[in-house]
């Protein structure tokens, strides 16, 4: 009981005090609360002044971006109007010089035009070399938009005035030339005209895109020198081989093969051709003069039948002096049997004229077969897009064909006229063997 009475007692004592702590923290609290209060309200009132400066900074741009538009806009409008009016004018015063121009934009077209030919004839001409004093004014008007001012029109006449007396001059001229070697050097030539030019060893050929000269690969026969054109400039006019083409010509004479390259092209199958021309060209030579020979004398012979000489003729009168005491039976038949022999002897070589003869056609033929093939076989490894891998065949195929009738024509012609030789000769015999066949009969028939 005394030990209830005792907390209770003391629980009764430390109320106050436990009170009194309360009130002294809730006071401390309240305090810093206020001051918390008054940091955050001035806190607030400076992000609020600067929300207020940064809205007025916006507006500001605002503002300035607005005006700025609706200076553009003003501009924009500003421009159109004036591009408008500049349209209508620009249309006004194209109407007002179409009207006032007149035909000056076809002369305008045509001077153009002549301006363009006279740039494509200085280029390729020759007498681009030194002629060239009015180019710049020429490609001038060549580029040009507008009407030629009159400074243009004067160049333009002055220089074909200049390519006209160009065409017309013998005049001596230095140019780069690429000799052989591949060197690149200054030599001197004569400038002909406009139609070529003249070196020590001939006409070169002109570049006139490299500016550069070079040598043909063929001159032509007779063809000029530097030094003929200098002493033509000398003593005068003399007869020279030119080339109205320009150029061209000249070319082309390098693309055309001579006879020993054309022979070349014939082959294996031409050289035999060939080699059966010579052959029948020398049984033929032979032959020949000895027919001449045999007809020679055998006019002779005839002269004096009495005195027979060693010829044909004279063989067979032989045999019928050696044959009077004979019959005429036998007789005839020695006299036959000796012309046979002449005839024989006098067609030697005949047969194989015309074995050549008809073998040359068909050596052409079998070489014109061959390039053929040839010709086929380069068409199946390259194709036919290219004409010059083929002209190897072609040309082998055509040359055998021309040379096989070149040879037969001429071997055939020789055979006709040396059997024509023959006959003649061996129809002489046959006549002079029947006329002393009827001598010996009639002298038979006297002394029966």
Not at 301 to 316: A, F, T, Y
Not at 354 to 374: D, F, N, S, Y
């Amino acid at each position: 009981m005394k030990f209830k009475t005792l907390v209770t007692a003391l629980c009764l004592f430390s109320l106050p005090v436990t009170v009194s702590a309360e009130l002294i923290s809730t006071e401390t609290l309240l305090s810093k609360t206020q001051q918390a209060q008054k940091a955050q309200r001035a806190h607030n009132i400076q992000r609020e002044a600067g929300f207020n400066q940064t809205e007025q900074g916006i507006r500001a741009q605002r503002d300035a971006l607005l005006a700025q538009r609706d200076q553009l806009q003003r501009e924009t409008d500003q421009l159109s109007k004036t591009f408008s009016e500049n349209e209508n004018r620009l249309s006004v015063l194209e109407e007002q010089l179409r009207l006032e121009t007149g035909s000056l934009g076809e002369l305008f077209g045509v001077v153009r035009q002549s301006a363009k030919e006279l740039n494509a004839e200085m280029d390729f001409s020759v007498t681009g070399v030194d002629s060239t004093q009015y180019a710049s004014v020429v490609d001038q008007i060549v580029d040009a938009k507008a009407l030629p001012s009159m400074t243009q029109l004067t160049g333009l006449w002055q220089g074909m005035v200049e390519q006209i007396d160009a065409s017309a001059e013998l005049a001596p001229v230095s140019v780069p030339y690429i000799n052989g070697e591949g060197y690149k050097v200054d030599v001197d030539a004569y400038r002909l005209g406009s139609f070529a030019l003249v070196g020590d060893q001939g006409y070169v050929q002109w570049n006139s895109v490299r500016h550069v000269a070079k040598p043909y690969l063929k001159q032509p026969e007779k063809g000029p020198v530097s030094a003929d054109l200098a002493s033509m400039s000398q003593v005068g006019l003399m007869p020279l081989v030119v080339d109205p083409s320009r150029g061209m010509m000249l070319e082309q004479l390098a693309n055309t093969p001579s006879l020993s390259e054309r022979l070349e092209h014939g082959g294996v199958v031409g050289k035999i051709i060939l080699g059966l021309l010579a052959i029948g060209a020398i049984i033929t030579l032979f032959r020949g003069a000895k027919l001449f020979i045999a007809r020679q004398q055998i006019k002779a012979q005839l002269k004096k039948p009495q005195q027979p000489g060693n010829n044909p003729l004279g063989r067979v009168i032989a045999v019928y002096d050696k044959e009077q005491n004979r019959s005429v039976e036998a007789l005839e038949l020695r006299l036959l049997e000796a012309i046979v022999d002449e005839q024989q002897s006098l067609e030697k070589g005949l047969s194989m004229l015309k074995l050549l003869a008809a073998l040359a056609p068909m050596l052409g033929l079998l070489g014109t077969v061959t390039g053929m093939i040839e010709t086929f076989q380069v068409i199946t490894q390259f194709g036919n897009g290219d004409p010059k891998v083929m002209a190897g065949g072609i040309s082998m195929a055509l040359i055998t064909t021309v040379l096989g009738l070149v040879a037969a024509m001429p071997l055939l012609l020789a055979h006709n006229i040396l059997s024509t030789q023959a006959d003649t000769i061996r129809n002489i015999l046959e006549k002079q063997g029947i006329s002393l066949v009827a001598e010996q009969a009639e002298k038979v028939g006297k002394a029966a």
